[in-house]
């Protein structure tokens, strides 16, 4: 079993600052991409932020300059540095990596619960 945990949600005020963490545990062989997603009342999901194997990252238009994905590879752990916050940041976000069991050759997605970040005054 795979297990993601998400961590570092809350509530803060616009121009602050958050950082949330994901960590992964359980039956690993390798994780492959890694990111957020995130989901405000009444929309879709949407990807936030993503770093693959090789550190390559891309983000949604909307946190460029603002949002900073990370990883350790050796924690199997991942951070995304959120600053400069808008009120419509406030959403749940989730966590997701593609991870390979020691069992399988093939990869799968795997998410987290989700945490609430709320910017409002």
């Known amino acids: 079993q795979v297990q993601l945990v998400e961590s570092g949600g809350g509530l803060v005020q616009p121009g602050g600052s958050l950082r949330l963490s994901c960590a992964a545990s359980g039956s690993i062989a390798s994780v492959n991409a890694m990111g957020w997603y995130r989901q405000a009342p009444g929309k879709e999901r949407e990807l936030v932020a993503h770093?693959?194997?090789?550190?390559?990252?891309n983000y949604a238009d909307s946190v460029k300059g603002r949002f900073t994905i990370a990883r350790d590879n050796v924690k199997n752990t991942w951070y995304l540095q959120m600053s400069s916050l808008k009120p419509e940041d406030t959403a749940v976000y989730y966590c997701?990596?593609?991870?390979?069991?020691?069992?399988?050759?093939?990869?799968?997605?795997?998410w987290g619960r989700g945490t609430q970040v709320t910017v409002s005054s």
């Open positions: 770093i693959d194997s090789t550190t390559n990252t």
């Open positions: 997701y990596a593609r991870i390979r069991p020691p069992w399988r050759s093939a990869s799968s997605d795997y």
